[in-house]
């Protein structure tokens, strides 16, 4: 079993509504039914790592939350659009959105309105004993977090991406297939990292940044930069 530490060691800045969490892994006590945030394909692939990572007598699956009902299907129904919902004492909430932004926006509105985040690890992924892990986020398998790695909220580690010993990736960050942090690296909030993109050790990756794919920064990256290339050159993110 994966052992999940709940503390950060800074607090969350004032603009985030998503709470630490504040159970280790498994879900917290009282949790009855879990419901996935995005029903498109991440959406779909979070159900099956439901079935991975929590037992059939556990919490059940109740159906996902999006704004476009044509959506359900054979992994589960739509239960309401997100910006409608008023989360219940017992949903246990999945984030099944790849995008930095909208994964923040969506999160933020559902905590604010009572809304609890499950935090999944995947039975195949490695987590270090000492790896500090956010609220909401979701450590996809094969995945490594390292020993003194830090997660923020909401973070998403998608199939063998990697944490190195003590980097950070901050609230709502995405880390794509393959994607690699080195040793004391760190990425900002809302920060997109693409396929097989690698961030030097030690270097910083300023918020809402994006590393596109098979590229590598090698030198500090400034907030609202898109980094391309062997090594990284930087240009204006386009919105």
Known sequence: MVHVRAELPEP????STLPLLDRPFPPFPGC??????GAGG???EVRCWVRDAWPADGPVFAGF????ASRGGAEGAIVADPDRYEP???DGLLL???IPGVRRRLAESLA????RFLTLVHPTAIVAPSALLGAGTIVCPYAIVSAAATLGRGVLLNYHASVAHDASVGDFGVLAPYATLGGFARVGVDVFLGLHASIGPGRQVGDRSKVSANSSALADVPPDTLVYGVPGRHGPLLS
């Open 12 to 15: 969350a800045p004032p603009e």
């Open 32 to 37: 009855h039914r879990i419901l996935i945030v």
């Open 42 to 44: 991440f959406g779909r």
């Open 65 to 68: 939350l999006d704004a476009d």
């Open 88 to 90: 219940m004492p017992g």
């Open 96 to 98: 099944g959105i790849g």
């Open 112 to 115: 604010g309105r009572g809304g």
